[in-house]
């Protein structure tokens, strides 16, 4: 059973930064997927934060963290990283990262629906 597994929240104040983790489970072959991490508040859906290719080649970002935040994959670690930086109350959130099946070697969906599989999300809180 593939399983995504984030971690790195807490809660922190305003300018400081945070790197968050998501492992995926050995069964997922790592390549094939594209990665993107969304965040989630209560009453809210899901909203895309940041992605990156399967190619690892091309990024994208909303316009709310692209100069805060950076994305990164470890291949050999089954793993994908959020580096996020001078951090705002305003990402108060749940994270969640999510994974892509051979959506294509440069694309970076934005959309929730195009992700297969979830980890349960790591909670990051910051205060002003």
């Known amino acids: 059973q593939v399983q995504l597994v984030e971690s790195g929240g807490a809660l922190v104040q305003a300018g400081d930064s945070l790197r968050l983790s998501c492992v995926a489970s050995s069964q997922l072959t790592f390549r094939y997927y594209a990665w993107a991490w969304f965040r989630q508040t209560p009453g809210n859906e899901r909203e895309f934060v940041a992605g990156?290719?399967?190619?690892?080649?091309?990024?994208h970002f909303s316009d709310g963290v692209k100069d805060r935040f950076i994305i990164s994959t470890d291949g050999a670690k089954n793993t994908v990283y959020l580096q996020m930086n001078s951090l705002e109350p305003e990402d108060t959130a749940t994270y969640l990262c999510?994974?892509?099946?051979?959506?294509?070697?440069?694309?970076?969906?934005?959309?929730?629906?195009?992700?297969?599989?979830w980890g349960q999300g790591t909670q990051v809180t910051v205060s002003s």
């Open positions: 999510a994974a892509a099946y051979n959506l294509g070697a440069a694309r970076v969906p934005v959309d929730h629906y195009l992700y297969y599989y």
């Open positions: 990156i290719s399967q190619s690892g080649e091309r990024t």
